[in-house]
């Protein structure tokens, strides 16, 4: 250890008489843009020609067309009865009664609104986009639960997926398979499938050792370990896979209108693209309601867990209703049946902002909590970053990430901070960070503290899941417009919107790990007096620690997403970059760009995320 001090110490040295103490020095830089621009001439070139396109491209986007089009032909011929009856008989059968009268309630909100046609367009390219995510996801996933060397093999893949904006890689996709459907089920793939992947591999690297050694005990080869201890007792974190799925999947919703994907997205895009945050909402809601169904739907089954098996009599019977209920009603829902909500919110947002943004005594307005953000947190937050000289940012990180964990993830974050240096975005990069760990902060002290009691009482849990889905599939693009009219244009209303949007998946991971604490060891902290806080701190945050970090990892990736978004509103730095590389058709600028937010996110992870055996060496 103090040898490897003694030689980084003597590298900073070199490296500052070679090149300097400032920001990264232009020597080091690689210019991409001329590989990247004769790429995207190729593209172009050939997409219509070549066989890779035409033959295997070409074959990808047809067979998700056709799925698209199938569900959706389904969901058009059942009608509006039909398909609220098979959501509610869904529902009912896999999650309750309770369930069900939500589900009614959720898909005939969806029609009051006047956005039928709309959410079935979502719904059947959710449906499919869900279905490869979690597909893609629980085999990634169970490659890494199983092997410890395809699992660190597979992390920086599932980092870079995660960490690549959406706006960086909707180009690349564009080029390959032009305008549509199809893209945007990729795209969704691409940012949905990592959160299963991880959860999985979670759910079975954490299988009770006992367990495992107790049916090993009794012959059961591999295999029937797998079938019938790791994925039974992983099952919660599954189901939790699936959950973060969804409402990642929704969340690309609008992102996915960008390229061509109609539906509740292209109306919420076209709403704020106006600047009409009334039309953007009633479009957004609908989203919401979808995101809390699916999610009540596929979880139900870990609610009611002595729920009987439902014989093929009784689905049949539920068929057979759905079916004559479909026939006997109009296919599309009425329009007399419609609520126009848009002038309402509209005068509801006016008002607040005429009487939030500055005036309120003691306190001040919002316009007054965003200037001293930027000023108080934001301002020396990214000049003391890029005031550091480049070799001492390298060496922070180093010295940060062995900390946690071994050699080898210390050189991962070093090489990849280095990595922005050499793409030529280290300023920019720096204000990026600076933006994503304050809000990480705020993300996390507030995630703590909510899970806290979420983990604790089952009513506060019921209580805050709606409000936690709601702020976790609501667009990004929703929270925008009024976080603008609230805060102002900057990097302030990023933050925020960032912080609204990342903790939700903070505070349900955490309470889960916290909730999911060996009992006996709760137990026996009670008998020894233990109060209430010292179980939480000394029992239940050291056992949910890997939970912890899966929250923390959550946090940056998800923070990172919104951050980027915040280019469209004044945030600056790569996010600009990026949205303006998308916005031109410059394949080099937002690939760049993206990359070193990918790099960006990779150091951050690594920084915060250490493997089991590099927290041990680091002990």
């Known amino acids: 250890m103090i040898l490897a001090a003694a030689a980084a110490i003597v590298l900073a040295a070199v490296a500052a008489a070679l090149w300097g103490s400032g920001s990264w020095p232009s020597a080091l830089t690689v210019d991409l843009n001329a590989p990247l621009g004769k790429a995207n001439d190729w593209i172009i070139d050939n997409r219509d020609s070549h066989w890779l396109f035409l033959y295997f491209f070409g074959h990808i986007s047809g067979a998700i067309i056709a799925s698209v089009h199938a569900v959706y032909t389904v969901l058009l011929a059942l009608g509006w009865a039909g398909v609220t009856a098979a959501a509610a008989l869904l529902a009912w059968r896999f999650a309750g009664p309770r369930v069900a009268v939500t589900t009614l309630a959720s898909f005939a909100v969806c029609g009051l609104l006047g956005m039928w046609v709309p959410t079935m367009r979502t719904l059947a390219l959710m449906v499919v986009a869900v279905a490869a995510s979690v597909a893609v996801g629980a085999l990634l996933g169970l490659a890494a639960g199983l092997s410890d060397r395809t699992f660190r093999a597979l992390r920086p893949v ?7 904006p959406a706006f960086a890689y909707l180009m690349p996709v564009v080029l390959v398979f032009g305008i549509g459907v199809a893209p945007a089920v990729l795209a969704t793939v691409v940012y949905a499938a990592p959160p299963m992947a991880r959860l999985t591999a979670l759910g079975l690297r954490s299988t009770d050792k006992g367990v495992l050694e107790a049916v090993e005990s009794l012959g059961a080869t591999g295999r029937q370990r797998l079938l019938t201890a790791r994925l039974p007792l992983a099952r919660r974190e599954l189901l939790l896979g699936v959950n973060q799925t969804i409402m990642m999947a929704l ?12 539906g509740l997205g292209d109306r919420v895009y076209q709403a704020l693209s106006t600047v009409d945050v009334g039309s953007a909402l009633a479009a957004g809601i609908p989203i919401v309601l979808l995101a809390i169904v699916l999610d009540r739907i596929t979880s139900g089954s870990r609610n009611r867990p002595t729920a009987r098996t439902r ?3 009784e689905w049949a019977t539920g068929a057979l209703a759905v079916a004559v209920i479909a026939i006997l ?3 599309t829902w009425p329009t007399t049946w419609t609520l126009q909500i848009a002038r309402p919110v509209n005068t509801a947002k006016d008002w607040l902002v005429d009487h939030l943004y500055t005036g309120l005594p003691v306190i001040g307005g919002t316009a007054d909590w965003s200037a001293h953000y930027t000023a108080w947190i934001l301002d020396p937050l990214r000049d003391g970053l890029q005031a550091l000289p480049w070799w001492g940012a390298l060496l922070l990180v180093a010295i940060l990430a062995r900390l946690i964990g071994t050699w080898r993830t210390a050189l991962t974050a070093v090489l990849a901070l280095a ?3 050499v793409l030529g975005r280290w300023d920019t990069s720096l204000d990026t960070l600076s933006q994503v760990v304050a809000a990480v902060a705020v993300t996390l002290v507030l995630g703590f503290a909510i899970a806290v009691p979420v983990a604790r009482s089952a009513r506060v849990e019921r209580l805050l899941r709606p409000v936690l889905d709601v702020c976790q599939t609501m667009p990004q693009f929703v929270y925008l417009i009024p976080v603008v009219a609230l805060f102002g244009v900057g990097r302030a209303p990023a933050a925020a919107a960032a912080i609204v949007y990342a903790l939700p998946a903070v505070v349900r991971i955490t309470s889960q790990g916290l909730s999911q604490v060996n009992p006996g060891a709760m137990e026996s902290a009670r008998s020894m007096g233990a109060t209430s806080g010292q179980q939480l701190r000394q ?10 970090l899966l929250a923390v990892n959550q946090a940056v990736v998800l923070v990172l997403s919104v951050v980027i978004i915040g280019g469209l509103v004044g945030g600056g730095a790569l996010g600009y970059e990026v949205v303006f590389g998308l916005a031109r058709g410059d394949l080099a600028a937002g690939l ?12 951050l992870d690594r920084c915060t995320q250490p493997t089991k055996k590099g927290a041990h060496d680091g002990a």
């Open 539 to 548: 029992v239940q945050f050291p056992l949910a620690r890997q939970e912890l």
């Open 419 to 421: 990595a922005i240096g």
């Open 592 to 603: 760049v760009a993206g990359a070193a937010i990918v790099c960006l996110g990779l150091m």
């Open 329 to 331: 009603s109009a296919q």
């Open 251 to 262: 969340s690309m919703a609008v992102i996915a209108s960008v390229i061509g994907a109609d």
């Open 311 to 313: 014989t093929i009599v």
């Open 158 to 164: 599932l980092d870079t997926m995660q960490a690549l």
